[in-house]
């Protein structure tokens, strides 16, 4: 008797619950299941819209984005931090960047690459001991590796 009677009221609480959540008048119980299986369709419905939204700005946006990656070149004590970013993936630049770096004369200390999704390069460089390496300037570095970025944009289109 008492098994009843809790499941009578458990049934109850959940039925109250389930009128609060759809937003449902009905008081009969098949009636507050219909509405929500028709919350549910709705709800689907916007789900469905909502994506289809979402997947045709994601690809304007695909479309849409042709520009460089950005560049930036910080002076240190012995060298360099260069930062590449790109919101896109971009194959084989990093090839580009290392062999600008070569060809400064520049040796590669520390360096954070992630090439999932997007492009991003922050390296630590330091300037070789040589005759060549003494007039480094953030200017002349920047240069370099703007022109690898521009060679590697080039091949890859």
Known sequence: MVSKVNKRTHMYKNLQLLRSITHSHSHRKTSVLLDASKYIQGLKQNLQQMNQIASATISQK???YDSMPTLKVEP???GFMIKVLSERSCEGLLVFI???F???GLDVLQARVSCEGNFCLEALGIKENNQYTHHLDAQLVEQVVS?????WKEITQ
């Not at 022109?147 to 060679?151: E, L, S, Y």
């Open 76 to 78: 240190q004590e012995e």
């Open 102 to 104: 070569e060809e400064l």
């Open 98 to 100: 290392l062999e600008a």
């Open 62 to 64: 695909t479309i849409a």
């Open 147 to 151: 022109q690898a970025i521009q060679n």
